[in-house]
């Protein structure tokens, strides 16, 4: 090959005839590696414009996209102080929730943690938005955690409400609270009085509702009958009666009625009819001997009618 020389025919624009020229295999293979060399460099550069391009616009993008982020954090930070009035407010009226049915009041420090306790949670997987200083997002999500801590706590409170709520609507509903008679005169009071029989002094257990016979007597809570007397002696004792037990350690003694409505072990209401005003037993006319007994102790009937 060496010292031979090649034979280039070209064309050049707007010349109708070919040109010729020759030149050595040196100095061509010289120009081929200069021409290579500066396409590659073309390209580079055209690279590396594309490159910044692209570059400025994925910054340009990524601004963009920041700015909306910082818009929407904005936004949820308003939303959770929203969230957080609304919580208060429930914890609020849980507080006051609580002292009507008489729970003790939850500790602020408690209600400032909610449920829980101390937050377990870091938040060091989020160390690389922290060290930038743009930790909106983990405070808002610090907030979020709390005020769900919180929520648990209400709902938690609420349930207790509400089963202690229903243990005193119970216990009221078994608590004597009414008159076992509708009208009637209470012709003796609860304490001492005079024996109508031997004219002594003695202690009277219970008052007396004088009312006509076969007036209709009520339990006056909800209970069940737990003792029934049908068999009397004239001029001694009760007559025929009913016991009925309430719960909570109380009793009702409903005495010297004509007639007994219910049996022993039935359940009763308040306002049910349990039998008729009568003069059984130690008595001297229609009347309705009544007592109230709380853990065995006979109690003035007098507290225990509100109405
Ligand atoms: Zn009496």
Not at 89 to 113: A, G, H, M
Not at 138 to 161: C, F, G, T
Request: charge should be neutral.
């Amino acid at each position: 090959m060496q010292g031979k020389r090649i034979q280039l025919i070209y064309f050049s624009m707007g010349d109708s005839e070919a040109k010729q020229i020759s030149m050595g295999w040196k100095k061509l293979i010289g120009l081929g590696s200069a021409a290579f060399l500066f396409l590659l460099l073309i390209v580079f550069m055209l690279l590396n414009v594309f490159t910044n391009a692209f570059h400025n616009w994925q910054v340009a993008n990524l601004s963009k996209a920041n700015s909306q982020l910082k818009n929407l954090l904005n936004e949820m930070e308003e939303k959770v102080q929203n969230i957080e009035q609304k919580v208060a407010f429930i914890e609020k009226s849980d507080d006051d929730l609580r002292i009507f049915v008489d729970l003790p009041e939850i500790n602020e420090d408690i209600r400032k943690l909610g449920r829980g306790g101390q937050a377990q949670e870091t938040y060091s997987s989020y160390s690389a938005i922290t060290q930038n200083g743009r930790n909106e997002a983990v405070e808002i999500k610090k907030k979020l955690d709390n005020l769900s801590q919180r929520m648990d706590l209400a709902i938690d409170s609420r349930d207790e409400i509400e089963k202690e709520y229903n243990e005193d609507l119970k216990k009221l509903s078994h608590t004597p609270s009414i008159r076992p008679i509708k009208g009637g005169r209470v012709s003796a009071k609860f304490g001492r009085r005079r024996d109508p029989f031997t004219n002594e002094l003695k202690p009277h257990e219970g008052i007396d509702i004088t009312a006509a016979r076969g007036t209709d007597v009520y339990a006056t809570a909800d209970g069940k009958v737990i003792e029934v007397n049908n068999s009397y002696t004239p001029n001694k004792s009760y007559g025929k009666y009913v016991t009925i037990d309430h719960g909570y350690g109380i009793q009702t003694k409903y005495a010297h009625l004509s007639k007994v409505l219910i049996k022993q072990g039935q359940p009763v209401s308040r306002h049910s009819i349990i039998g008729k005003v009568g003069s059984t037993g130690r008595s001297t006319g229609p009347h309705l001997h009544y007592e109230v007994i709380e853990d065995g102790e006979k109690k003035d009937p007098g507290y225990y009618i509100v109405e």
